[in-house]
């Protein structure tokens, strides 16, 4: 029988080596409190943009061009039934509901500087509510809707406005588009940009049983 072979110099023999496991990365549950925070800003920020559609109705019930209406003892009639009244208070609407959109985006990304899905999905939210409540406050602010009962209030042959009306309901999305577009093009022009990766120095490896002496001279 043979001693076993115990490597030189008294060196204990080499193990071999296992792959280190890559840590868990913890992220706090489900999205994090990160998330969490977000979710919270977006909830706010689609509710403060929403009630801002107050200033909407009003504005739109000052600027728009109303319908001139004029009654005998039976119907009501158009005073002017070739006038744009009613095409100019849904332009009215969609210019203003515009300039909405794009300051309350503006708004948002000086208050964050950043993007990120629930900032978009409540301006986009935010600015739908906005438009709905400007629409309703505008007509509630103007002439009232009954019509029969306005003409006998101001008697046959007397010139009154009709109700502001949004005939084109499709522009009740011209607030949100123009949010949810001037917020993609503010974090696009001047959002903070990703580290670019550095490119990793090469790692050649050892062999520790190359072991030769120094060339003597």
């Known amino acids: 029988m043979t001693a076993p072979l115990t ?10 080596q296992r792959p280190e496991a890559a840590p868990v990365a913890d992220h706090g549950g489900l999205g994090g409190p990160e998330l969490a925070r977000e979710l919270r800003e977006g909830a706010l920020i689609a ?3 929403a009630v801002s559609g107050v200033l909407l109705g009003v504005l739109w019930n000052w600027l728009a061009p109303h319908i001139p209406l004029i009654a005998d003892t039976r119907n009501v009639y158009l005073k002017n039934t070739e006038g744009e009244e009613a095409i100019g208070a849904d332009g009215t609407f969609v210019l ?10 503006a708004a948002v990304f000086l208050f964050r500087r ?14 739908l509510l906005g438009a709905v409540l400007g629409w309703v406050t505008g007509m509630w602010l103007g002439p009232t809707a009954d019509v029969a009962a306005h003409a006998k209030q101001v008697g046959p042959g007397v010139n009154f406005n009709g ?15 123009a949010s949810m577009l001037t917020q993609l093009a503010l974090t696009g022009l001047f959002g903070p940009r990703d580290p670019e990766p550095q ?9 520790h049983h190359d072991q030769r002496p120094p060339d003597e001279g």
């Open 47 to 49: 509710l403060v943009v």
């Open 7 to 16: 490597p030189s110099d008294n060196q204990p023999p080499d193990e071999p």
């Open 96 to 105: 203003l509901s515009l300039g909405f959109g794009v300051l309350s985006a």
């Open 199 to 207: 490119p990793e120095s090469p790692h050649w490896p050892v062999d």
């Open 163 to 177: 109700p502001l009306r949004l005939q084109a309901k499709g522009a009740l999305l011209a607030w949100p588009i």
């Open 114 to 127: 950043r993007g990120g899905i629930p900032l978009v999905v409540a301006l986009v939210v935010g600015g």
